[in-house]
């Protein structure tokens, strides 16, 4: 937490030396319909349907998501080395530049989850530390309805429909299920989530669960096969990229900071290597995707 609070004041100082101007946070909705709140902040953040279906990977429509949000002057940004039970995000509002918190260690889908629920947070200027998001029955009124305004913000009850058009006479399954999670760039939990919630529901509790079940499933079948690899020295050679994680985990809009303070000479390739904590030989292709982010 103090490690945002610190990158967040970093960017206050960094926009006063480039003289930017950090505009205060005055969005706020009084409609008490989720799918109402939903439509304002697709439309106030312009998140487009179109984008989304575009983005190539759950990452990319993450870092889209992120920039979006970043862009109506809240500051995303994220956490490490807190494990994910504990906390997958966190809100903290601020009149002026409020904070999205999120785990690094999370996947990308989650992350984007996470960006949604807690900016609902933002909006009701409160703040939170969160770690049950879509799969909860049992949270509180307000945890239940940051989620449902994130299941909606993310797959839209209609744009949902007409996806299952072509799977109206056909049982739901895994396959179908990713493909549908493949094409809205986002979990198959969440997916699950909204065909529980959309009106009428798509699938059963019991259907719900029984899909739930068998993606955790898979999932700890997935670290256990991966154990088992590292402890018969089979396990992959994992390649860690410098720079791709601290795109992922840094501020996008402090990142345009850095990228424009270096083109005027206010950095240098060392001072951003260091509020960074990457290899100096990583700042190039840094700022080159970073480059590429351009609203």
């Known amino acids: 937490m103090i490690d945002i609070l610190d990158?967040?004041?970093?960017?206050?100082e960094v926009n006063e030396t480039l003289e930017e101007r950090i505009a205060e946070f005055s969005f706020s909705i009084s409609d008490i319909s989720a799918k109402s709140w939903a439509e304002q902040i697709r439309t106030h953040f312009g998140i487009n349907l179109s984008t989304q279906y575009s983005c190539p990977t759950p990452r990319q429509f993450y870092l889209y998501l992120k920039d979006r949000i970043e862009a109506r002057g809240v500051f995303v940004q994220c956490f490490s080395n807190v494990p994910?039970?504990?906390?997958?995000?966190?809100?903290?509002?601020?009149?002026?530049l409020p904070i999205i918190g999120i785990n690094a260690a999370d996947r990308p889908p989650a992350k984007s989850f996470s960006i949604i629920h807690e900016l609902v947070h933002i909006i009701n200027r409160s703040s939170s530390m969160c770690?049950?998001?879509?799969?909860?029955?049992t949270s509180s009124n307000e945890e239940v309805f940051c989620n449902a305004v994130a299941g909606e913000v993310l797959v839209p009850e209609e744009a949902l429909k007409i996806v299952?058009?072509?799977?109206r006479n056909r049982v739901l399954s895994v396959e179908i299920i990713?493909?549908?999670?493949k094409q809205f760039c986002v979990s198959k939990e969440v997916i699950i989530r909204r065909l529980l919630d959309i009106t009428p529901a798509y699938i059963s509790k019991i259907e719900y669960q029984t899909f739930a079940d068998e993606f955790l499933r898979r999932i700890e079948q997935e670290k256990a096969d991966a154990k088992q690899a590292r402890a018969e020295g089979r396990a992959q050679m994992v390649y860690s990229s410098p720079s791709r994680d601290s795109v992922d985990k840094t501020s996008i809009a402090l990142s345009r900071s850095f990228l424009y303070?270096?083109?005027?000479?206010?950095?240098?390739?060392q001072d951003i290597a260091r509020y960074l904590g990457i290899a100096q030989r990583h700042v190039d292709k840094y700022l080159q995707e970073v480059a590429s982010w351009n609203r």
Do not use: C, W
């Open 7 to 12: 990158t967040r004041q970093l960017f206050i």
């Open 261 to 269: 303070g270096y083109g005027d000479g206010v950095f240098s390739k």
């Open 178 to 181: 990713e493909q549908i999670a």
């Open 84 to 96: 994910i039970e504990t906390a997958r995000g966190i809100a903290v509002y601020y009149n002026l």
């Open 131 to 137: 770690n049950d998001m879509y799969n909860s029955f």
């Open 164 to 167: 299952l058009q072509p799977f």
